[in-house]
């Protein structure tokens, strides 16, 4: 059958073929550390670069559309996710970040089943289940300072603030389409929330990014439910943690 032409690779994102392409993003996380020092985050290494090149991946070969962040605490992956921008000089794709800033909601029981999953023949991170709420609160004002520290340019961003189910998805998002989501809340609600409010934007070819799914259960509840009720069956892939584990999961829509 005929190759698939540069206008169809825009239109629908170019499938993911293999493992992530990260020598990309290991030079630009190696240019904002030597910037701004240790990056302010939580997420592991392997977690940042795997963001960064999804990320990459979105401006060189499509879809077009916004990238999408769903829980941003003190601003590291959004930093990186900007870098990658810049660095690309991606002209149209804004990075929303959206957070209530008041840290995680209400805890639910779907947060307290744990079970050891397997992505991709990686098996899970340990189950985190004691979170309560209002952990992982950082302001606003916090991630612009850390913004600032990096020397990342900062027009591309928009910030949201606010419980997702209240805020998301905005205008802007419904006008521009996504192209990626990136979902780091952790819970189960908050999991939900997001995807159900994003995902029906979220163009042909565009990425989904769940920080949580290998040791949070709510948050892989969540994302199975969703999956499950929606008839997505887009194969998942694990970034492994270079311990034989893994955290983060992602997948392509088709």
């Given at each position: 059958s005929p190759q698939p032409t540069a206008a169809h690779w825009r239109a629908e994102g170019r499938p993911l073929a293999g493992a992530l392409p990260a020598r990309f993003a290991r030079r630009?996380?190696?240019?904002?550390?030597?910037r701004g020092g240790r990056l302010p985050s939580v997420v592991t290494e392997p977690r940042v670069l795997g963001t960064m090149a999804l990320a990459d991946h979105i401006i060189r070969h499509g879809p077009a559309g916004d990238i999408v962040e769903t829980g941003v605490f003190t601003g590291g992956t959004a930093i990186a996710m900007l870098a990658v921008l810049?660095?690309?000089a991606a002209r149209t794709t804004r990075l929303w970040a959206a957070d209530s800033f008041r840290g995680l909601p209400e805890v639910v029981h779907a947060d307290a089943s744990c079970a050891e999953r397997t992505v991709g023949g990686i098996s899970s991170n340990e189950c985190v289940r004691h979170k309560q709420p209002g952990d992982f609160s950082a302001g606003r004002a916090l991630v612009e300072r850390n913004i600032a520290r990096h020397s990342v340019e900062r027009h591309r961003l928009r910030v949201v603030e606010g419980w997702f189910n209240?805020?998301?998805p905005t205008p802007g998002m419904r006008r521009a389409g996504i192209a990626m989501i990136r979902l780091d809340g952790d819970l189960y609600a908050s999991t939900r929330d997001a995807l159900a409010a994003l995902y029906p934007l979220l163009r042909r070819g565009g990425l989904v990014y769940v920080d949580d799914y290998g040791s949070f259960p709510g948050c892989a509840r969540a994302i199975d439910e969703y999956r499950n009720a929606h008839g997505i069956s887009a194969k998942l892939h694990s970034i492994d943690e270079g311990n034989g584990r893994?955290?983060?999961?992602?997948?392509?829509?088709?």
């Open positions: 630009q996380l190696d240019a904002l550390l030597a810049e660095a690309r209240e805020t998301l893994f955290e983060a999961v992602y997948w392509q829509k088709r």
